[in-house]
């Protein structure tokens, strides 16, 4: 449980050397740097080294140039530094510019092209037919349409056999026919709502069309080959115009991301009089390798003080932890990082989330499904849940074995412990509980350590989650163990007053002792007042020992109801024996086991990370830190 040990680093230099320090700066993984803000806040003529990003906008346009148009800048080119980013600017201008009228043509040329078809396609029902577009639509006097009618509706024209119209079916399919209709121009709006109350839909058909159906589809075709063609000569002219760029275009955007970085990296700056500073952690090895490698160049001077020596500072959290421990990490910061000055838990949530999680999804067989399915989750998709998958897949297999379970069948393995037998359920709700109480009592001696490392002493002293609520839990654990057991244990009245009712009155006082000890007066807004709200606050503390030792008898009803789905599932697969013969047998087992193991797995896991948060963390850890983020990192796009 380990927070690594940092030390606090003051770069100072002269402020024209700032892009030279911010260049070596801005590629560290293990500097983690503090806002110049938080010194010119506090200190006058101090100011913050903030210029403008001219940078940051041609970033933007080259990203989005190389995601529309495929480009793929070389990483590998050299950065020059000493570019000028108006000329630069000016130089993407050029080749966007070029890039644009090539792509525009392509695009006009694309749309020409599937006009064309959805003409080719509408009027190809029409084939076969006399009909001359350049007759047809150049007439004075008559308004023509063509469109699509439903089927259904095409005998129902006869009703309008009086009406001024002429019309004609070109095709008939079992949904729709394609029909054309004349009718005069004065008649047009009366035909036009007629054919509408059909549903008929009409398809227009461009000016561009001319001559026969079979000349304009020619024609069409042939213009469409001619759009292809010339397309492919257009992406030939991109690609050559990209390759003659793309040397000087990677040689830009490298240097606009350096560049880019340092501008950003300003904040971090403190300025005082020609002098400037860069503030920050780093581990204590790797605070003595920035030493050495800074103070290499001309007029730098590295401080190295105590990760507490400056007030305005807060130290982050580096946490540090063993293989097995490193995948819970992400639960604790879930809940919050610690502080600096507060021990890190993973390690004890690593042990306590995988015991618990073996228990209540105790199963050999599906606990070897859960490291596989963990193992390809994390070597695939890099996914952190696939880490504690194979973990916690691990302790299931182990209390598998121990209750004898294997995809749910107690046949294959001989149980040390059967759940599901009558006579073990009181033991193993008993064991439930007594595991529980004894997570609460470690969190109670994490927090009561906490707290003496802080010097905290109403906190480690006084609360229910220091010495006076440990020796009260403790105390009642045995009253109540020796009243249920029968442990002929001799607790008499002094047992009673020294391990109960002293421990009670000490935490029904704890903000007056506190404020006592350290010289304030114990009732700063009267007795009365101070007893009505702790009367209340200490019975709500003593009901919370009750109610967190309860919270664990859910580790034994999951041992239950694993073993319950299971039999249910096994009933199932028996009765269809019979008429699906062993197939139908062994295929309701895996849908079965895959339905617990699914569900049952889901709702487990987030019952243990609940026992994690509420029962446990609630009593030794504040997760108030912040994280340890380096220079690197914070300047990631």
Known sequence: ??????????????????????????????????????????????????????????????EDAAKKYHISFNKDAIAD????????????????????????????????????????????????????????????????????????????????????????????????????????????????????????????????VHGTVEDAIEELNKENRTGIDYIGVLNQRSRDHINQNIAELSIIYNTCQILDDITEAKKYVVVFGKSAAVYGFAEVADATKIKNEFEQMNMVHVDLTPPQGDYRLKPPSQLKNNWFSKPFGMFVEMYGVPAYTDMDPTNFVAITYCLLFGIMFGDAGQGLVLIIVGFLASHFKQMKLGE?????????????????????????????????????????????????????????????????????????????????GLVFYVCILLFVMNALLGLKLHLGVLFVLIGLLLPVVLMFLKEPLTRKIKGYPMFPEGFGSFFTEGFFE?????????????????????????????????????????????????????????????????????????????????????GNGRPFVSMKKRLER
């Not at 010194?39 to 906008?57: A, G, Q, R, W």
């Not at 916690?392 to 599901?420: A, D």
């Open 538 to 622: 200490l019975f709500d503390v003593l009901l919370t020992f009750i109610t967190n030792t309860m919270s664990f008898l859910r580790v034994g009803g999951f041992v239950l109801s694993h073993a319950g789905m299971m039999l249910v599932v096994y009933t199932l697969a028996e009765m269809v024996i019979k008429p699906l013969g062993l197939p139908g047998y062994f295929i309701i087992l895996m849908i079965g086991n895959i339905f617990v193991m699914v569900l049952e797995g889901l709702i487990v896991g987030i019952q243990v990370l609940r026992l994690e948060f509420y029962e446990m963390f609630s009593r030794y850890y504040e």
């Open 81 to 208: 530094k000493d570019m000028d980013v108006s000329s630069a600017a000016d130089f993407y201008e050029q080749f966007s510019t070029r890039i644009e009228t090539i792509n525009d043509t392509r695009e006009k040329l694309s749309e020409m092209i599937e006009e064309n078809k959805e003409t080719i396609k509408n009027i190809s029902y029409m084939k076969g037919s006399d009909i001359n577009f350049d007759q047809l639509f150049t007439t004075k006097y008559l308004q023509v349409r063509f469109g699509r009618l439903p089927q259904a509706n095409l005998s129902k024209l006869e009703y309008y056999k009086s009406q001024e119209f002429l019309y004609r079916v070109f095709s008939e399919g079992s949904e729709d026919a394609y029909i054309l209709y004349v009718t005069s121009r004065i008649k047009a709006p009366e035909i036009d709502n007629i054919f509408s109350s059909l549903f008929f839909e009409r398809i227009r058909v461009p000016e561009f």
């Open 388 to 468: 504690i998958g194979m973990r916690i897949g691990i302790f299931s297999i182990i209390f598998g074995i121990f209750f004898g379970s294997v995809f749910g069948s107690e046949k294959i393995l001989v149980p040390f412990f059967t759940p599901m037998d009558a006579k073990n359920t009181m033991t193993l709700l008993g064991t439930a509980i007594g595991i529980g109480a004894v997570l609460i009592i470690v969190s109670i001696i994490f927090n009561t350590y906490t707290n003496i490392k802080k010097k905290n002493i109403g906190e480690y002293a006084f609360s229910q989650n220091g010495l006076s």
């Open 1 to 62: 449980m380990s927070i690594a040990k940092l030390e606090l680093l003051e770069i100072e230099f002269p402020v024209e050397s700032a892009d030279t320090i911010l260049s070596k700066l801005i590629k560290s993984e293990i500097f983690h740097p503090e806002p110049a803000s938080k010194f010119s806040d506090s200190v006058k003529d101090v100011k913050v080294l903030s210029t403008s990003n001219p940078y940051h906008e041609l970033i933007v346009k080259l």
